[in-house]
Structures are given as structure tokens and as C-alpha cells.
């Protein structure tokens, strides 16, 4: 017994009870004997039998998931006593996913406002958190800056009775405001930050640029750069305006401090995703941030710690994640993947409320977000069948629109105003489009 470690000794006694348990008594009497060791009588019976059969199963990629952690976390700006958010306390939980468009339902008017021409594909937008400004970025490496109010002045100058059926050229590239030039490969992600006014864009060729949108137009150049070794495929900045996080094509997340521009990643080298970062999305008070990678799962990580609270490991069925969407409430997350479907998630359960999604069920990217006060949920993937935009009801996952008309090639990007109703995507047909989507 003494040249024994104590983990071989507890087996041991663990041994001598099954076999006790199983009715082998002169054997445990002479392994006892020649041991110098007892059998475990402080365990249920046939405890070493459960142990191997918990063990067998692990081992097969059945391991336990650790138990879902309570969520601490509040809308910022507090929800407002008539604001119409995704509720669906009280509500049946549709069962499977309905293929077809309710009837009984009128479907919401859609209408394009703006279209803005690019010379490559366009694959990455965002907008400002006031809503007055949004971006798009290219493969080519330029990123245009357009101003959502002369984009609606565009609209309205064509429509109603003094109406023209024409605009100028010039007029049209009225809402451009500013073209930014100083990535030399495929813009993938962009963000404005929360309180001043800067841009940040993320690439391929593996750098973060920070523009000063004060600056003359002239001026195409970002004033400072975050230097990766992997390429760049997210970014998200924390509310509080202190702190970037960046996900690449490596597994770990790096937060920066805008401050000294130092950057830091996880001491739990246990936490790390297995594989690149496709999407980081913040909820409105900072205390969370939602991964989405391509090692299939989901982490929700403490923002202030930067460690993680809690995972869904095969949020879909296996398949890269590509895209993460906090509710206004931050009740529930909506993801999308590379199996073709989207997902809404109630992160106070982790548990999947239903599916989204129809045609293939693979797809090179995919992204989903909310519309018209939550009403709606956009979704769009790069399957060459689909193609378009397609709306679906929150409450219940059914498809109000399979297509909305809008585009004949693959969109990669997809976001929605912070303050109205209205939506931009960037398409493979070298443009983005702006357009509302209103009840009638």
C-alpha cells in the first residue's frame, strides 16, 4: 500500500466493493489479504460500475456540460414603459419550424431607400449608435461613410406628388460623406465607437485601423493600427468606449485597452475557443460579451473579467457559428451558422426557444438580426439559391417573407439601425442597400 499513489488506492478499494457488491466474496478476500486494503463501504452500490459506465460515455464526446450560470445583466438605456421589445413570457413554444407564411398575419411593407454602388463585394457594415451615420466595407480594402438622412432625402425626392423620376447623379452621391482607403485586403468587420467619433475596421490583412472621422474629407488614412498575425474577423467595442475586443482566425480573444492600446486575452488557457472567432457581440451594460466561433459553439464571457460564464458547445449541431445578436432586453441571443439556420437562444435558461431557416443546410456565412422593434427577424446566408433577404416572425420562427426581392446574389453582411426601423446590407453585387421595414 505505501508504494501506492492515493488515486490508485481509492480505485482499489472501489475495486474490492464491486466485486464484493457482485458477489465475489473469496476473492476480495484474498486481494485484501495480498493489498493489505479494504473495500469502500462509504459508496452506493455498484459505485465503481457508474463511475465507468459516466467515464465510457465522455469518452465518446458525451461529457456533462457544467451547469448554466444566472445572467446579471440589464438593458442600458432601461426599457421604457410602452417600448415594444421580443417577449415571449407566457407564449406557446412553437413546436419544429413552420415552412410557410402565416395568412392570418399582414406582412410589413418593405421598401428600398438608397443604394450605394462599390467596386468590390461589399461583406461588412455597421452603424453609428445615434443612427446617423453607417459604413460599408469591401474586399477592395475602402470603406464608405454614408449619412442615413440625405440616404432618406434620396428616397423622398423620388416619390409623392412632386415627385421626380430621376435624380442627379450628383444628388446620389449626396450621402457618401467620406471614403476611407488604408486596408490592402478585404475589409471583414467594422465599428463605430460608442461616444466619439471614430471608426474602426477590421481585415484580412490582419490589422485593426481607428479612423478620426473629424478630420477633413481628404483624408483617407487611419491615425493608428492595432497589428495582428492572424486575420482580423470581428470586432465589437465595449460601451463604456475604454476597451476593443478583436476575433480572429486564432482561437483566442484579445481585448485591447484604447487607452495604452495594450492587449490582453484570458489567463484560463482552458476557455480559449478551439478555433477562429467569427462574430463578438457586447450587451448594452458591458457585463457580457457573446462569441461566436468556428469550433461550433457560443461563449458568454465576463466582459470585466474576461473569463468565460457560460457556453453553448453545439449551438449549431456542430457547424463554424457566424453571427451573434443580443435582444434589447438581453433575454435572448440569436445566433446564425453554417448549417443554414438561425437560432434564438433563451440565455436566462441556455436553452434554444426554435429555429429559423429553410433551403440547404450548409452555407458558407450566414447572419440574422432584429428588425422593426423586435417584431421581425432579418436573416440572410451566402447560398447561392436563397440569395436575398428573408424576414421571419420573433414570436414564433414562421417566415413572413422567403425572399424580400431585394437582391439576386449572396448577402454576407447585415445590421439594423439603433434607433429606427430600418436596415443596410452589403451584397456580392458590389452594393449596399438601405432599406425600411414599416407595419402597414
Known sequence: QGHFPAHKVAMYELLLRQLQDDGFEAEVQALTAQLHLRANTKVEKDALLDIYTKSLKWAFG??????????????????????????????????????????????????????????????????????????TGCTDGSIKILDTAKMRVCAASTEGPVGRMRVTEEELMKPIVRVLQDHIQGVTCLAFHPTNPTLFSGSSDKAVKIFDLTRPPGHKKAFSVLQDVYAVK?????????????????????MYDLQTL??????????????????????????????????????????????VVNALPQAHSGSSVTSV????????????????????????????????????????????????????????????????????????????????????????????????????????????????????
Not at 442600458?76 to 395568412?103: A, N, Y
Not at 454576407?412 to 449596399?432: F, H, M, N, Q, W
Request: aromatic share 8%; hydrophobic share 30%; with cysteine.
Open 262 to 307: 495594450s492587449c490582453f486575452t484570458t489567463s484560463h488557457q482552458d476557455q480559449h475557443h478551439t478555433a477562429g472567432i467569427n462574430d463578438l457581440r457586447c450587451t448594452s451594460d458591458g457585463k457580457l460579451l457573446a462569441s461566436a466561433s468556428a469550433d461550433g459553439s457560443i461563449k458568454l464571457w465576463d466582459a470585466v473579467t474576461n473569463s
Open 325 to 440: 445578436r443580443w435582444s434589447r432586453s438581453l433575454r435572448y441571443l440569436l445566433s446564425s451558422g453554417n448549417d443554414g439556420r438561425h437560432r434564438l437562444w433563451d440565455v436566462r435558461m441556455g436553452k434554444e426557444v426554435f429555429c429559423m431557416g429553410f433551403g440547404p443546410r450548409s452555407a458558407d456565412f450566414s447572419t440574422a438580426t432584429f428588425v422593426n422593434g423586435e417584431r421581425y427577424i432579418a436573416a440572410a446566408n451566402s447560398n447561392v439559391r436563397l440569395s436575398d433577404v428573408s424576414l421571419f416572425d420573433s414570436t414564433t420562427g414562421s417566415p413572413v417573407f422567403m425572399k424580400m426581392g431585394m437582391h439576386t446574389v449572396p448577402i454576407y453582411a447585415l445590421e439594423t439601425s439603433p434607433v429606427d426601423r430600418t436596415l443596410i446590407t452589403g451584397c456580392d453585387d458590389e452594393k449596399a442597400r438601405y432599406f425600411s421595414i414599416e407595419d402597414k
Open 62 to 135: 458525451d461529457e456533462p456540460q457544467p451547469e448554466w450560470q444566472p445572467l446579471h445583466c440589464s438593458p442600458v438605456p432601461p426599457l421604457g414603459p410602452q417600448e415594444k421589445v421580443l417577449d415571449l413570457e407566457g407564449m406557446p413554444i412553437p413546436t419544429g419550424t413552420s415552412q410557410t407564411p402565416d395568412p392570418t398575419k399582414k406582412p410589413p411593407e418593405v421598401r428600398l431607400l438608397y443604394t450605394a454602388s462599390h467596386k468590390s463585394h461589399c461583406r461588412s457594415v455597421a452603424f453609428s449608435t445615434d443612427g446617423r451615420f453607417c459604413a
Open 234 to 254: 470581428s470586432i465589437c467595442i465595449h460601451p463604456c468606449g475604454d476597451f476593443l475586443f478583436v476575433g480572429t482566425t486564432h482561437q483566442a480573444l484579445r
